[in-house]
DNA sequence: TGTACATCAGTGAACGCGCGTTCACTGATGTAC
DNA sequence: TGTACATCAGTGAACGCGCGTTCACTGATGTAC
């Protein structure tokens, strides 16, 4: 509207041997307009491209077409978010702490990044060499690990398949955090990190609760 | 591909009075097409004039946009989406059958109706007069009724406040069904109903298992 | 040290598409007189 | 019973838009001789 915007970045064109970079800036430009948007199907490789200051088919040297930059970009939200949530959970001293805070942090990335965490999870995701199946999978067995560690210190009573315990789990947490997420509107009654604690220790049956750090929610949307 | 596709619909034109019947059928419609791709982002004012065989512009003088469109479709799927719960859990005897039937009855309906589900749990509802926000504190109603009266009942034992229990059972719930339907590639190891019975009996903490049809997932997937 | 050349990192114009929305219109039909 | 007219239920053409993708190209730069 005025004539004071910046206008699109003023780009330097990459030195020979380092059009590669291209790529890289491409999938960083993407997941931040996944981010912005809130999603995915707003996501156009021309936006993409203006974002960067580049022509639109220069893209095409670097994806084939837009559905391998989305699948681009969903790979690289699953990395950032595993390494999210080991983060979170590696300093933790007992198991059941340890467990809250892969819990905590699982639901955390969702709230800063909902447009990649809807994206991710979707039926978006372009199917062929979709990495959600390995990604997921791996989640999973970080997730019954921490489970079962928390059964192996007796901090939870049932001995009921961890796999299985997790699997609920990722479920409970996904639902609660979606919905909060689409229906910010909803007069919900709890802060939501009351809501994952509490969902975590009905569904492993937890039979201590930790004594320390217990309901901070760290950064609580609302 | 050859020449024998039906084409759109040979419509007559409503006599006159009775063009409101058009809206009923563009909102049907709409509801229809949502439910085929799964998606309301692929839904187009367009398309459903196609669909049912009438010229775009003619949309226009049921809804002043497309955004109206979209809530009038939201509007007629939570109405059946109550009406499919409400019918599920009246004939059961026990009150935990009853929640039970009323958690399968609220899976069910998002499977078979995964488009409509997704959608109206989305955030892609336009905002202003969603229907999302009475339906949603309706429905959690009619779930805390059912949770109390299982504890009135004795079948639930703990004292929690039912409307709190309500809530993370929604969650759960949601999040089950969620994960099922956009990621159907994924390994999972258990028939989803069995998932969902699990989940409920877990989180409100029941203290007998009903006898009852218990584990007939009536239309589970695959 | 100089030069021809291949390659690299892009660009600009153009394509056809489906979309939401606006506009002036048309023809059938019920109604008032 | 006949007729003029208002209204109703739509239609057809057109608008401007952003999109994905293709194509032939350009100009800088590293490299071989």
Redesign the interface.
């Known amino acids: 509207m005025g004539g004071e915007q910046t206008g699109p970045a003023l780009r330097v064109r990459n030195r020979r041997g380092e059009g590669g970079q291209l790529r890289e800036e491409i999938v960083s430009a993407a997941t931040q307009m996944i981010n912005e948007t ?2 995915v ?1 707003r996501l156009s490789l021309r936006a993409v491209a203006r974002r960067i200051g580049v022509s639109a088919p220069s893209i095409y040297q670097h994806f084939p077409d837009v559905d391998h930059l989305k699948v681009a970009v969903v790979e690289g939200c699953f990395a950032q978010f595993a390494a999210a949530r080991d983060r979170a959970s590696r300093p933790a001293g007992e198991p059941i702490a340890a467990l809250l805070a892969r819990c905590r942090a699982y639901c955390q990335f969702a709230l800063d990044h909902p447009g990649p965490y ?1 994206f991710m ?4 995701v372009p ?1 062929p060499d ?1 990495p ?2 390995p990604a ?2 791996a989640a999973l067995n970080a997730l019954t690990a921490s489970i079962r560690a928390c059964q192996d210190d007796g901090a939870i009573a049932t001995t009921d398949d961890p ?2 315990l997790a ?2 789990l ?7 955090v ?2 909060r ?3 910010p ?6 802060p939501l990190f009351d ?1 994952v604690h ?2 975590v220790l ?2 492993v ?1 937890t039979r201590r609760v930790p004594p320390g750090p217990r309901l901070e929610p760290s950064r609580s949307p609302r």
């Open positions: 809130g999603d199907e809807r999870f979707s039926h978006h199917r979709a959600t199946l997921g999978v796999g299985h699997l609920l990722w479920a409970a947490l996904h639902g609660l979606l919905l997420l689409n229906l509107q909803f007069p919900w009654p709890e809501d509490d969902t009905r569904l049956g």
